[in-house]
Structures are given as structure tokens and as C-alpha cells.
């Protein structure tokens, strides 16, 4: 981005448009520099490629105890590689040909589409949501699009925690995608990369709380298949560590003939295994980060309300969806179009030095509304949310 | 590899199959730690994918000052990825389309196959070699082969110095390449990936120096894209980092379309920066790790010599071709043919308690000689040659 914000150019752009948790940088930079500086003669070789066994079973001892799934995830079940985005291109290489497709309930993080189309060829056939749940999406809905895809369609791909909206699934809506998977012989992929990153055990005052799939009854579990990764969690988007975890060995063994094409460098692995090899530092840095989160959601929904701003609640990950359509009316009321307005307005804010996520990013249908990270020190957010006020 | 010999497992294989340099890692892990214990938030954040500004141009740096280019090498004509094995990927990506092909002389980096066939599906078409020369391939056995796969050769790929020979191509050599690929409008893929480890300056008593197709008189640089990384020269195979070089707009703005899937993490690029900031460093590295390359190749070809092993001089890299057709034939005089032979005779090798690789493993059209890397510590190295002069 040119001219971003810093200390030294307040006037710059402040960034709340890319997903990054910048609340924990430094406990997490303590603990990575512990072990990073400390490369050993096994770094300088050549490593397994798709993770150490360590590694492996590490990331495989957090997941069973944050995601509590039904069945134990072995390390065997686990390959590592660069970084999430990274990760979504191989699994859908691995379950896909070309020109085939998922469906993704939108709007959606827009990095399912170029991650799955750049390398893999493959495409996303939206899904809508229903009139009361921004996250609903009935067997119908699900039916409907499938019988115009039939050919091509080859899974159902989510965001939980879902990417903009910063709200978990229910079980119930899991066991949508679920039933609709097995009955149609195909894959549901859950991005589960916000998975401990929830602050808040409510969603519109009900009680809500993160169900990753793996914890649920799985007709087969080899058509489901989890990602995960450090880059949020752990605030670690730099770092490009990411994870696969399928039950089905021959996805696993496909994704391993890719692996020296996408794996991370050895180096990782030895720093991986001392970043979550105690259970304790992981213990008390999630819930940190979670009350971290959480301040930062009062504040930023105490301002929202003060300022008549309309949104979403959210309970994880750290952004959440606002509606700026009243707003933008008011400052275009002549644009051709919703969507014009909504770019027109994009920059202004740029122009006014804040820079959040519009909904067409999100290939969002209605738009008019942002996608706005809040993990930010609060003096910095309060700053970008004047800019933002100072721009309806 | 199963049973590995360590000093606490003494009879388990050594390992000189693996192209991997040993002799300086204690020097390589100083200067890496010095850096890589230093994260700060900037790496925490999602980088610039093909590698930083400051990166990009001590890459070029130092690759002016080695490979002496005609035009200097501008970092923006530089992009960085995670190995030369994916950049060999991305290069073929964006040269070819799914069964394309490349000529390659063989015998040949075995590597180039599975990188160019596994994700971008374009293939190899060996060509032969002069019977006076190892590395000798005239214009008419270039024509004769494009003639037969006109329809999808896109270039000719090379590795310079060449791997398994360890010996650099003349620039009579080279200009025979280009001047083919400029008529036909194709590409040169240059590996150039051992261009800083030349351990001698003869070959056959003839002076030979290594020559970059970079400092030659280029018809169209556009056509000439090298590879080159640290994995080699500075004997860090595990850190998964590569360059390809390109003075094509085009190819660079094509490769930067998938940096999201191939980049170094961002620690990366600090620890480059440090890595290669200092040319006294570097320039001291390089022939420390060239003297003792020498040395040991010294020491193995005065023991070759003494057990009547016939082997190609080699100048640069670190391993040799040697030659075990008469050794084979006396240990397995009934084998149905010597391709089987050789598979025997590596077995044979291999339960003894070495591993060196079979010239199958190159795609050479003649059984009977393996490839062995030298660029091991002296005692474990003559450990090894012993086991090998015990198959006999």
C-alpha cells in the first residue's frame, strides 16, 4: 500500500482493510525469537517437506484440544505448508481438474478465488444466504445451485469463523453442508483459521460458540477436510505457515507429491516445535488475544452505536461487517449504481487516510457495506474510525 | 533415508547421494543466526511475496559481481521463491502449457523431470552428447530432436555448471544453445545454481572457468532466464530459497501472478538481507567453501585414482560422475543387462553402508556410473569410499 500510516506519517492510509492481529506482537515475536535464532546443522539440509513429525503432532495436539474433534487427529492426518492461501490451491488441486468448482456461501473471503483459480484452475459458484441469517443457507439454496453446476461442482467450501462476517457456524447449518456433501458424493472444505480466535460466546444475545466439523458426527469423514495455520491465530501472516487435515490418505498422499513445491523451510519446523510445545504458553496467549480481541470489540461497537453505524455482530476472528448504505446515500445520492457509490465512497476513505474492505471484495451481492479489522492498538482505530465518521 | 549414518550410528548408510555441501556449516549457521534471532513485527506481516526490495537487489549484487553479466542484473529482474525446485516449476509455468517440453542433454538433474512434470505437466526430450565430449551438443543433434517434437518444444534446460558432471559448459558451448533457441524462437532455462561453486580452473588440463550465459553476447536476454538460490553455494538446501532471473518483462509480471503460492517467509528476507549485505563476507565464504572443495576432491580422486576408478574430471559443484562399468561387470557378469546390473550393483552399495546415485537416476542412456558428492567431512567421506571399494 503507498503511503501507509506510521508514527513517524500520521497522515498516511491506516490499514483495517487486511486481515492482521497486530495486539500480540510482542509476546508472540519473544516466543518466536526464543527458537528462530537457533539453527541447528539439520536446518541447512533438506526436511520432510510436509511438516516434522514433531510439527505435525504438535499442530495436531492444539487442534485436538481447541477443536475438540469427534475423532483424534493423528499427525498422519496433518500436512504442512506455506501459508493458508497456498494450502486452499493444493487441496483444491488435489480434489479437482480443471474448470471444476465449489460452492461458497458469499459474500466470501475473496482469496478463495484466486487461491483456488490461479494455479488449480479452479472456479467458486456462489451460494446466497437467507433473509434472517446472514450465515444461513438451506439444503434448497444448496440444491438449486448444484443442479445448474452438476458437472463441475465438486464440493462446498466455508469460512469458520466466517471471513467478513467474524461469526461462527451453527451445528445445525454445519450439518447442512454436511448431509449435502455425502449425499452428493462430494467435499466440504472448512477454513478453520480463525479457530481460536473467538472473544465473545454470543451472536444477537444467543449463546454461540466455534463447532469446527471435525467435532461433529461425519457420515464419512474423508470428505471433509480442515485448514488451519499461524498466520491468524497466532498473528503470524508473515511466517506463511499453513495446514491440511483430511482423513482421507490418498488426499493426503496426492498433497505430499506436491509438497516440495509448497513446503515450509526446515528452519520452521525446528521454530514451530518450541512455539507450541507447551500447552501452557499456547493456554495463556489464546486467551490473551482473545481478551485483547474483546476489548477491542466493546470499543469499536460502543463507537459504531454512538456514530448510528449499522452492523453485523460478530463473536470471533477480528473483523466484522458494517453497513454503510444510508451513509453512502447520503454523500452520493446520484450515483448509476449501489455498487459505484460503494467504490466511489471506498475512495474517499482512502482519500480521508483509512483504508477498509469494501463488500465487493467479498463478491458480496448487496453492496454498501465494509469489512473493517479492529486488531489494532485502540489509539490507532480510534483514530481511523474519525476518518471513517469524517467521511459520511 | 531409513538407518542414516551418524557418529552415534556408525554403520548406518552415508549419505553421498544427496547433493547437500557439509563443509561449512559452521560459518553458514553464525552468519545465519546472527539475523534469523532478530524478527521484528515488519515479519510478522504479510511480505512482499517475490522478495524484497533490499533482497532482490543483494541477489543482483551479488550475482554481478560472479556472474560478471554483459547488462548488469537489476533487481527488478530478479524474483525469489521458496527453491530452485519450485522456481523450475514457476519458470516452466510460465514459458509452456500443460505438454510442452524442454530439450535437456542428458544425462541429466534428475529434479528437472518432477519439477517441470508434476504441477506444470510439460516434459523433458533428452538430447545426447559428442563422443569427445561429456557436455559436447552440436546444432544438428539440437535440430534433429526439435524436428521430431516441433509442435511442443518451448527451449532448451540446462544446468551450468552441470549437474551430475560437476564441470562447466565452454562458451563455445553455450552460444550453440542460444543461437538454436534465438533462430527458433524458444527459451534458455539456465540452472546456474552451483555458478559460485568453481573449485578449480581446468578441466582435462584445459583451463576451464565458469561462464554464465549472462555475460555472453545475448541475440535476445528475453530469451535467457537463469535460475540461482542459496540452497548451493551457500550450502542451505533446507531454507527452500531461489531466484529466477529474467530480463522479460512479461516472464517477471507472469511469475509475480503466483508469488502468493512460491514466496520466502517474510524472516526471510530479513535474514538474506544480512545474509548477503556484506561483499568482504561473502567473498570469504565463497572461497573458503571453494578451497575445501578443492581439497576434498583432491583427496577422493587420489584415492579413485589408487583403486583404479575411472571418474570425469569435474571443476565446479560438488559431486563427480564416476565410472563402475568394469567393477559391475565382475561383480554381476550374468545380468540380464547392465541397466539391472546397476540397480544390483546400487544395492549392493547401499547395503554395504553407502548411498550414491545410479546414473538412472540422471536418465543416462549408458549404465554404469554414479554420481558421488564429495562436499562431506574427509573422515566420513574416505569412510565411505572404503565401503564402496569393499563392493567390488
Redesign the interface.
Known amino acids: 500500500m503507498a503511503n501507509p500510516y506510521n508514527e513517524n506519517n500520521i497522515n498516511g492510509i491506516i490499514n483495517l482493510g487486511?486481515a492482521?492481529n497486530?495486539l500480540n506482537?510482542k509476546e508472540?515475536?519473544e516466543k518466536?525469537?526464543e527458537a528462530?535464532?537457533?539453527?541447528?546443522?539439520?536446518?541447512?539440509?533438506?526436511?520432510t517437506f510436509s511438516g516434522s513429525e514433531k510439527t505435525r503432532s504438535n499442530i495436531a495436539k492444539v487442534l485436538n484440544r481447541y477443536l475438540k474433534p469427534k475423532e483424534e487427529i493423528k499427525a498422519s492426518q496433518v500436512f504442512v505448508g506455506?501459508?493458508c492461501?497456498?494450502m486452499v490451491?493444493m487441496i483444491g488441486?488435489v480434489l479437482s481438474n480443471e474448470g471444476d468448482a465449489f460452492i461458497v456461501p458469499e459474500p466470501y473471503y475473496g482469496g478463495f478465488n484466486?487461491?483456488l483459480a490461479?494455479?488449480a484452475g479452479v472456479e467458486v459458484v456462489p451460494v446466497g444466504h437467507t433473509d434472517d441469517d446472514v450465515l444461513g443457507v438451506t439444503e434448497e439454496m444448496l440444491e438449486e445451485v448444484y443442479a445448474k453446476n452438476k458437472d463441475k461442482i465438486k464440493g462446498i467450501i466455508i469460512a469458520n469463523p466466517n471471513n467478513p462476517y467474524g461469526r461462527t457456524y451453527t451445528a445445525e447449518q454445519l450439518l447442512v453442508f454436511i448431509r449435502f456433501v455425502n449425499k452428493h458424493k462430494l467435499h466440504l472444505i472448512s477454513d478453520e483459521i480463525y479457530a481460536l480466535s473467538q472473544f465473545r460466546d454470543t451472536l444477537d444475545g444467543k449463546k454461540s460458540d466455534f463447532i469446527s466439523v471435525t467435532s461433529l458426527d461425519l457420515p464419512d469423514p474423508s470428505r471433509v477436510h480442515i485448514l488451519w495455520g499461524l498466520s491468524k491465530d497466532f498473528?503470524?501472516?508473515?511466517?506463511?505457515i499453513g495446514a491440511i487435515i483430511s482423513r482421507s490418505l490418498p488426499v493426503i498422499s496426492a498433497l505430499k507429491?506436491?509438497s516440495?513445491?509448497?513446503?515450509i523451510?526446515?528452519?520452521?519446523d525446528t521454530m514451530i516445535e518450541n512455539l507450541l510445545d507447551s500447552d501452557e504458553w499456547i493456554d495463556n496467549f489464546v486467551s490473551l488475544n482473545q481478551k485483547r480481541l474483546n476489548d477491542n470489540y466493546e470499543k469499536i461497537t460502543d463507537s459504531l452505536k454512538k456514530h448510528n453505524v449499522k452492523y453485523v455482530d460478530a463473536n470471533s476472528a477480528y473483523f466484522m461487517w458494517i453497513d454503510l448504505r444510508e451513509q453512502i446515500k447520503n454523500v452520493f445520492p446520484n450515483c448509476k449504481s449501489p455498487a459505484e457509490a460503494e467504490m466511489q465512497f471506498w475512495e474517499r476513505l482512502l482519500n480521508n487516510g483509512v483504508y477498509i474492505a469494501p463488500s465487493a471484495a467479498f463478491y458480496a451481492t448487496e453492496p454498501g457495506y465494509f469489512r473493517i479489522c479492529f486488531a489494532t492498538q485502540w489509539n490507532i482505530l480510534s483514530l481511523a474510525l474519525e476518518r471513517i465518521y469524517k467521511s459520511f
Chains 1, 2 share one sequence.
Do not use: V, W
Open positions: 487486511t492482521e497486530k506482537n508472540i515475536l518466536i525469537n528462530h535464532g537457533k539453527c541447528q546443522d539439520k536446518d541447512l539440509s533438506y526436511g506455506n501459508g492461501g497456498p490451491d488441486t484466486g487461491d490461479t494455479r498473528c503470524m501472516n508473515g511466517f506463511r507429491a506436491y516440495m513445491f509448497c513446503c523451510p526446515g528452519s520452521y
